[in-house]
């Protein structure tokens, strides 16, 4: 089949505004349109994830894949592998999307050894790289997949076997080569199977130990190659182990933290990951922003009540408004962005929901980013928490903050001033409802 002809009913998707009834346009995403002084594709940066849309069969625990994709033949063969990123580079490119992000084993098959896996990978990234020059279409991030093989069973750089962990040593050098290659804004570790799923048979010390030492060493390497992108660890706290290592941001902050590698760093938080950790995609951006850790975003959403990582298009306009107010309170993404580690559901099996999928994510999130700016220009939030904060500000408050202070001056201004009352209300309602008028 012709490389152009994968998408054959898939025109280039162009914003008609929020009264336009054509399921094939954005309402929202008008990519030249600025908010807070910036255009609307510079503060999104949306990426495309190589590995659902494209290799994801839309399988799950009970039945088959069901994904039907007339450009690729289901082979593991290097002329499918090269197909396939010509396909992936017309949807992309009719999308208007600007980044998209791969594992390694995603874009070209492994080999009998090493040496052939990565031979397959360059033919495969030469490919990648015609493509992106012929598009623009820039790589938002690579990564390494060290959890798909039988080798990494017990997991990769936290394996019982220490040739595992040269291994994935090997793949990794490998992998940011290529991101480099590719001009990469940034490089992901995603502990796929670094944890465990019995404590009977896990050294849990040795293993956080060896993942350190491996998370060193591929900064060491990054040096030496000269790769200035930026290096995210993804947190998540299992599936597929029972426990994962990485299990949440302040867990990656406080295990980089014990590592030395805290400045070479930056979290790129899941939605989805998140809620399985029992937070909200909230309180995640929050604790990597207080760490000033914040990197990037793997946009999607759960299913609270099938309760597993099911990496849905993020449709949650809400939740995208909560996201969207700290990107922005951040001054927005450098190297990262918004990308969607998300999967069509089963029953969209056609290739067109492809791209109803990834349309109503990006119109989510540009609504998400317009709302945002809006409850920052009315300024009454921000006032609220501010002015809840008053009694910091200045007298026994600024004291304690600038270490002024210590529990006998407190005890003496106590005892003098007797007693303290509750003196505010929290306001929680009033502020969900503010918050709504804006939706
Ligand atoms: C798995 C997941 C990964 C990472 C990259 O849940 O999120 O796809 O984003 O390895
Ligand atoms: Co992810």
């Known amino acids: 089949m012709p490389d152009q002809d994968a998408f054959p009913d898939l025109p280039k998707i162009v914003y008609e505004g929020p009264d336009s009834k054509n399921p094939l346009a954005f309402r929202h995403y008008n990519p030249e349109e600025e908010v807070e002084g910036r255009a609307m594709r510079d503060h999104l940066r949306f990426s495309v994830v190589y590995w659902h849309t494209f290799r994801n069969p839309l399988g799950d625990p009970f039945g088959v894949g069901t994904a039907v994709r ?57 490919v990648l790289k015609e493509e992106q020059e012929r598009t623009g279409i820039q790589l938002l991030w690579g990564t390494a997949c060290l959890f798909v093989h039988p080798r990494f069973v017990h997991g990769a750089a936290t394996s019982c076997n220490a040739d595992v ?26 502990g796929g199977r670094e944890g465990y799923t019995s404590l009977l048979n896990t050294n849990a010390k040795r293993e956080l130990d060896h993942l350190g030492r491996f998370l060193q060493m591929a900064v060491d390497f ?22 994962q290592y990485d299990s949440d941001a ?32 909230e309180h995640e951006l929050e604790t990597a922003l207080a760490a000033d850790a914040l990197g990037s975003i793997d946009a999607n959403m759960g299913d609270l009540l099938l309760g597993w990582d099911t990496d849905q298009f ?72 501010r002015e809840r904060y008053a009694s910091w500000d200045s007298g026994i408050g600024s004291r304690i903050e600038n270490g002024d202070a210590d529990f006998d001056s407190l005890e003496r201004y106590m005892l003098e001033k007797g007693d303290v009352a509750p003196n505010r209300s929290g306001r929680q309602e009033y502020l969900e409802n503010l918050i709504n008028r804006f939706l």
Request: proline share 4%; aromatic share 12%.
């Open 165 to 190: 962990f040269a291994y994935a040593a090997a793949q990794v050098k490998k992998a940011i080569e290529v991101t480099h290659h590719l001009g990469g804004a940034g490089y992901t570790f995603w």
């Open 70 to 126: 007339p450009w690729d033949d289901g082979s593991d063969s290097l002329e499918n592998a090269r197909r396939r990123a010509r396909a992936a580079f017309e949807f992309m490119e009719k999308l208007g999307v600007p980044f998209y992000a791969f594992h390694d084993r995603d874009i070209a098959p492994e080999g009998a050894g090493l040496a052939e896996t990565n031979r397959n990978l360059d033919a495969v990234v030469d």
């Open 250 to 281: 302040a867990a990656c902050l406080n295990f980089l933290r014990e590592f030395g590698l805290l400045d070479h760093f930056k979290l790129n938080i899941e939605t989805n990951h998140a809620t399985l950790a029992g937070h909200t995609v």
């Open 222 to 243: 990054k040096r030496k190659l000269g790769f200035e992108g930026q290096f995210y660890i993804e947190p998540k706290p299992k599936e597929p182990t029972k426990h």
């Open 314 to 385: 993020p449709t949650d306009i809400y939740q995208a408004v909560q996201v969207m107010l700290r990107v922005l309170q951040m001054g927005g993404f450098t190297t990262g962005g918004l990308n969607f580690d998300a999967k069509v559901r089963r029953e969209s099996f056609e290739p067109i929901d492809l791209a109803y999928a990834h349309i109503a994510g990006m119109d989510t999130f540009a609504r998400g980013l317009k709302i945002a700016a809006a409850i920052r220009k009315d300024g009454r939030l921000e006032a609220f928490r």
